[in-house]
């Protein structure tokens, strides 16, 4: 059995979004991020418990639309997986090392039906006028980080304008994301399922781009403060209602209780 569990505002969380999510009780807080020496994200210690409990049980995946150096900024606190997957899905990591098969297999799949990651910057620099600092991500996609809200309708332009040239659109928060089809969350789970020859697999995440793995989980659970829980959704999907790090701590509560009614 696998969990496959994206990180920011699903198991962990910024100061700025436990902001966003004020808790009427008190959380005892561990640190599991560190930039610059100082602490940036955060889990509950009864999530870290959780976790801790399920790894022993389960093969516990993290993955993120963090680029692999930012990535390497968490630690869980001694909690082991063999797996991760980074960079949205481009990037897989088996016991530390990036898997060079799936690096070869992703990088003809994009070729093959995306137009070029530079061909797209340049269209939308100077197509859209877009308020916001555009970064690349590991050579694979690209972002921009908002001055300002974008309108829904312009949204729905620039989705169409990238479906178009075989590459998806997500927001989240200020940052709004261009990423080649191709490029997903759930194609890299997918390969690790198979390599691993799991049968079940338990999900959980927040964003439009956490959906694309969360569709084939027997158990998948979306955080109910995220962006994918605006959209409609399978009926078969597990809302957490709990906002914010309490949130996390209640998803990972939540799955611990499934382990324990298959083991009755």
Known sequence: MMFA???????????????EYSLVEELE??????????EVSFMSKKALDYLGKLSSRLMFVPVTTRSLS????VSFQGIEHQYAVTTNG????????????????????IRSSSVSMGELVDLLVHQFAI????????????????EKEITSDFLSELTHFAEERGWRVSLQGKKLY????PLSKGSAIKYIQEREG??????AGDSLLDDDFLQFCQHP????????????LKEHYNVIEQLGVKGGEELLKSIHTILESKHK
């Open 178 to 181: 261009f990423v080649p089809k």
């Open 221 to 232: 659970f979306v955080l109910g403060h995220g962006e994918l829980n605006r959209y409609p």
């Open 29 to 38: 807080l561990i640190a599991v991020e560190r930039k610059e020496d100082k």
């Open 131 to 146: 308020d916001g600092d555009l970064r690349f991500v590991e050579e694979r996609f690209v972002y921009y980080y908002l």
């Open 70 to 73: 930012q990535y390497k900024r």
């Open 5 to 19: 569990s994206d990180l920011d505002r699903t198991l962990i969380y910024s100061k700025r979004a436990m902001e």
């Open 90 to 109: 481009a990037i897989i990591l088996y016991n530390g090392d990036q898997l060079r098969e799936w690096d070869e297999k992703i990088s003809k799949a």
């Open 198 to 203: 799991i049968s079940t697999v338990i999900g």
